[in-house]
């Protein structure tokens, strides 16, 4: 079994590979980083709906991916941006705005994990993660 040293990339390219296949739904290994991004990503209508799911002594993260009324994809682009080998660190007066606002960045911060709005109405910088639109 090869072990993921990048654990947020993983999940990243199983979301993207399931949108560029069209499926529905898509299990990713669980850790709390990536129910945080889940949730982020559900808050801003990019994903239907996340679960975890226990399976013996590891947990599960199923994403429902969302497509629109004639099967477009919701998602288009999803890119790692901070990467182990290169972190991306961005105070709130800089922090980037993805498609003037038709996409997202999704930061973690001191007050946790959020999109680049988020952080500049709540002044905080932090470690972009990733980009999507």
Do not use: H, Q
């Amino acid at each position: 079994m090869a072990v993921v040293t990048d654990a947020i990339g993983d999940m990243l390219t199983r979301i993207r590979n399931a949108v560029n296949i069209d499926e529905e739904i898509v299990d990713i290994p669980s850790s709390n980083l990536k129910v945080e991004i889940s949730k982020v990503l559900k808050e801003e209508g990019f994903i239907k709906k996340y679960s975890v799911l226990s399976r013996g002594a590891k947990n599960l993260l199923r994403v429902e991916l969302k497509y629109g009324p004639e099967g477009e994809r919701v998602i288009s682009k999803i890119k790692r941006v901070s990467k182990p080998g290169k972190r991306v660190y961005c105070t709130y007066k800089n922090m980037p705005r993805i498609l003037n606002g038709f996409g997202i960045a999704i930061v973690s911060t001191c007050k946790g994990i959020m999109t680049s709005y988020e952080a500049r109405k709540s002044r905080v910088g932090g470690e972009i993660l990733c980009e999507v639109s």
